[in-house]
């Protein structure tokens, strides 16, 4: 799959990759070496899900590279493994600079100011106290909660939490990002700024992941497109030509 | 050429591989102000919830020691050690933390899954934060009890200041704690239903409420068994410290320390050798 020929530098090569999860049938979670674990892990059910079977690509730099594929389709699975959130079956993946999936929503609490949120959140994302606090202004500026910035998360309605999670993760610029289209969020108004900030964003990271079911923005803003279906790789090639197929896929589907 | 090769000759590095041993603690060191952030705010996050607020943390540990003072002050009659009062709540107040230390990390990954699965850190900051929560329900214990032994007492005396040295080392030996029941509970969920179990073993069998010298004084071999048994290590020496008529002998000193540091090793090598591992549990 090198074939590819292209002088540009790679900066993100999946080799091979296939994501497994083991749960038990029951529902409860298994160990992923369970072989080894005893009788217990024998006398109950062991189910496996392979979510990402044996996916292969190599990314050059400077490339925006558009996720497309049903739910369930491996994309997340493949997505976290490529950020190194999630343990591989088999195969490797490579990259010049640690990929960051754009997310901080985990770890903010709803009972804190939106304020302390954006230094927790800051904190996990691995930036330093100085930076967040040289930084919280224009975090709070940019998701629109200037006055309501000292009250308690918990108090906010859907749409405010949303943005200031959006506003956290996308306060840095990263060598390579990994955007999941359920970011986008909120009004109208917050909507354009944050679509405006991803593309900042993508401009000035080298590569981009842009996970989405909306063809529009993939086709807006990708240089590149792969298809996944049920963990496999289906195409992967220019955007009209990918999206033009996914689209007769889904289409032949719903006519089926 | 392989994908491999390819990604090698082009300066590209292995995403999700567990870093060296050093490198981790290196970096779990400079993310420090994460777990401590973290602790603080979920402090306060639970503190907020109850309208006596962070009162909670002074008044629940009294209120634990009443209970505990009425009923094994009234059970063990005339069998009682002597100073029952200090003796129980220096008891009680430190073995709770070690409990918490024990509890609280046994949770700290998989209550944390979503935060593992978004975010790239060091996962041993769990276990610290978890940690770092349970010494802020420490600190208001230890001023309760300083000033319990000073309604009791009525005298301070030098050997109080023992208590920080001791306090330090249970810090240590928590972390351990913590550290490798976390990921003992990552592999082992069924845990969680022990644990309650396991730690109430421990409190008695680490003569919390009552004088283990005075059960065992017929068993030289049991004493010996017992007396290397951690969590009535750290109550005796702080007992020697703060109360009256205990006393800290230089064998509890060694195996403080040797408990402490063994401990602390072991889990963080512990821990770190899952680090890959954890998040991939649904």
């Given at each position: 799959?090198?074939a ?20 038990f049938?029951s ?8 072989a ?14 392979h979510?990402?079977?044996g ?27 490529i ?16 990929p ?10 709803p ?16 930036y ?14 940019f ?27 996308a ?13 986008a969020v ?30 529009k ?21 220019k ?7 996914y689209?007769k896929?889904?289409?032949?589907n719903?006519?089926? | ?10 300066g ?8 060296p ?10 993310r ?8 603080l705010?979920?402090?306060q996050?639970?503190?907020?919830r109850?309208r ?25 009659g ?6 029952f ?7 009680v107040?430190?073995?709770?933390f ?14 944390n899954?979503?935060?593992?699965r ?9 276990p ?10 420490l600190l ?7 000033v ?12 109080w ?37 396991l ?32 969590v ?26 040797a408990w402490?540091?063994?401990l602390?090793?072991i ?6 050798r ?9």
């Amino acid at each position: 799959m090198v074939a590819k020929s292209k002088p540009q530098k790679p900066v993100v090569v999946v080799d091979n990759v296939n994501v497994v999860y083991k749960v038990f049938a029951s529902g409860r979670k298994a160990t992923r070496r369970s072989a080894g674990g005893g009788f217990l892990s024998r006398k109950l059910q062991l189910r496996e899900v392979h979510a990402v079977k044996g996916v292969s690509f190599t990314i050059y730099e400077g490339e925006s590279v558009g996720i497309i594929g049903s739910n369930g389709s491996g994309k997340s699975s493949l997505m976290t493994a490529i950020a190194g959130l999630n343990p591989i079956e088999s195969g490797a993946i490579y990259a010049s600079a640690r990929p960051m999936l754009l997310g901080v929503g985990a770890v903010l609490l709803p009972a804190i100011s939106g304020l302390k949120n954006i230094l927790l959140g800051g904190l996990a994302m691995g930036y330093t106290r100085k930076e967040i606090n040289a930084s919280s202004d224009a975090i709070t500026k940019f998701a629109g909660l200037e006055e309501f910035i000292d009250l308690p998360m918990k108090t906010y309605s859907s749409g405010m939490s949303a943005r200031l999670r959006f506003a956290i993760a996308a306060s840095r610029d990263h060598d390579i990002l990994i955007i999941d289209e359920a970011l986008a969020v909120g009004d109208q108004e917050f909507r354009n700024r944050s679509e405006a900030r991803m593309r900042e964003m993508r401009d000035r990271a080298g590569t981009v992941f842009l996970v989405s079911h909306s063809m529009k923005s993939i086709l807006d803003t990708c240089t590149r497109v792969i298809w996944i279906e049920k963990g496999e790789l289906i195409m992967d090639g220019k955007p009209e030509k990918v999206v033009k197929a996914y689209n007769k896929h889904t289409g032949s589907n719903t006519v089926d | 050429m392989s994908l491999a090769e390819y990604a090698k000759q082009n300066g590209l590095s292995k995403v999700g591989a567990r870093e060296p041993l050093w490198s981790y603690v290196k970096h779990a060191w400079q993310r420090r102000d994460f777990a401590y952030v973290m602790a603080l705010y979920t402090n306060q996050a639970n503190n907020s919830r109850n309208r006596l607020g962070r009162w909670w943390m002074v008044l629940s540990p009294t209120l634990q020691a009443a209970v505990y003072g009425l009923i094994f002050g009234i059970l063990l009659g005339g069998s009682r050690p002597d100073n029952f009062i200090p003796f129980l709540i220096t008891g009680v107040f430190l073995f709770s933390f070690l409990q918490g230390a024990y509890t609280a990390g046994a949770n700290s990954v998989s209550n944390n899954i979503g935060l593992v699965r978004s975010l790239s850190f060091p996962r041993i900051l769990l276990p610290i934060n978890a940690l770092i929560q349970q010494v802020f329900s420490l600190l208001p214990q230890v001023a309760l009890l300083v000033v319990t032994l000073l309604v009791f007492q009525q005298q301070v005396t030098l050997n109080w200041l023992y208590l920080v040295p001791i306090i330090l080392l249970m810090i240590v030996f928590g972390f351990g704690l913590a550290t490798i029941s976390a990921r003992l509970t990552v592999h082992i969920q069924d845990l969680n239903k022990l644990n309650p179990f396991l730690t109430r073993v421990v409190f008695y069998v680490s003569g919390i409420f009552f004088s283990i010298e005075t059960v065992l004084k017929d068993y030289p071999l049991a004493m010996q068994i017992a007396s290397w048994n951690p969590v009535y290590v750290y109550i005796s020496l702080a007992r020697g410290a703060m109360v009256e008529g205990y006393s800290m002998t230089a064998g509890m000193w060694i195996a403080a320390v040797a408990w402490a540091l063994g401990l602390f090793v072991i889990g963080t090598i512990f821990f770190w050798r899952a680090e890959e591992r954890y998040g991939c549990e649904i």
